[in-house]
């Protein structure tokens, strides 16, 4: 359970307490099941990790802010395509941009993005 929400806790205490009235905890259920609206958000993102060009994407954007022409060379894909895997990224979250002139500029949103890559790898490494 998580420390940052002691709420999730005691709801999960009670259920433990619960295992003699089936309508109780059936009620303590719902009150700790995820939003739907944090499911949807966790999906997106899930969704936008789920491809291995935005992956590479973010393996460059962890080195450094990159405009959309050095992720055209990293991708070695054409600008509609570079420009379709940013745009799900940065609906998802994971990636911001600004102009300069005529340039897009990228770069990671937050680097938390970072640690859940790197937990892939140690679970994929782990046989």
């Given at each position: 359970?998580?420390?940052?929400?002691?709420?999730?806790?005691?709801?999960?205490?009670?259920?433990?307490?619960?295992?003699?009235?089936?309508?109780?905890?059936?009620?303590?259920?719902?009150?700790?099941?995820?939003?739907?609206?944090d499911v949807t958000d966790q999906e997106?993102?899930?969704?936008?990790?789920?491809?291995?060009?935005?992956?590479?994407?973010?393996?460059?954007?962890?080195?450094?802010?990159?405009?959309?022409?050095?992720l055209q060379i990293v991708l070695d894909?054409?600008?509609?395509?570079?420009a379709t895997h940013l745009r799900k990224?940065?609906?998802?979250?994971?990636?911001?941009?600004?102009?300069?002139?005529?340039?897009?500029?990228?770069?990671?949103?937050?680097?938390?993005?970072?640690?859940?890559?790197?937990?892939?790898?140690?679970?994929?490494?782990?046989?």
């Amino acid at each position: 359970m998580s420390d940052a929400d002691p709420s999730h806790d005691e709801a999960y205490s009670a259920l433990e307490r619960l295992y003699d009235d089936p309508e109780e905890r059936i009620a303590a259920l719902r009150d700790i099941r995820t939003s739907e609206q944090d499911v949807t958000d966790q999906e997106a993102v899930f969704k936008a990790l789920g491809n291995e060009d935005r992956l590479r994407v973010l393996s460059a954007l962890r080195e450094s802010e990159c405009c959309g022409c050095e992720l055209q060379i990293v991708l070695d894909a054409p600008q509609s395509t570079v420009a379709t895997h940013l745009r799900k990224l940065r609906e998802a979250g994971l990636v911001k941009s600004r102009k300069k002139g005529k340039w897009s500029y990228y770069r990671i949103a937050d680097t938390a993005v970072f640690d859940l890559l790197d937990l892939a790898q140690a679970i994929e490494g782990d046989d």
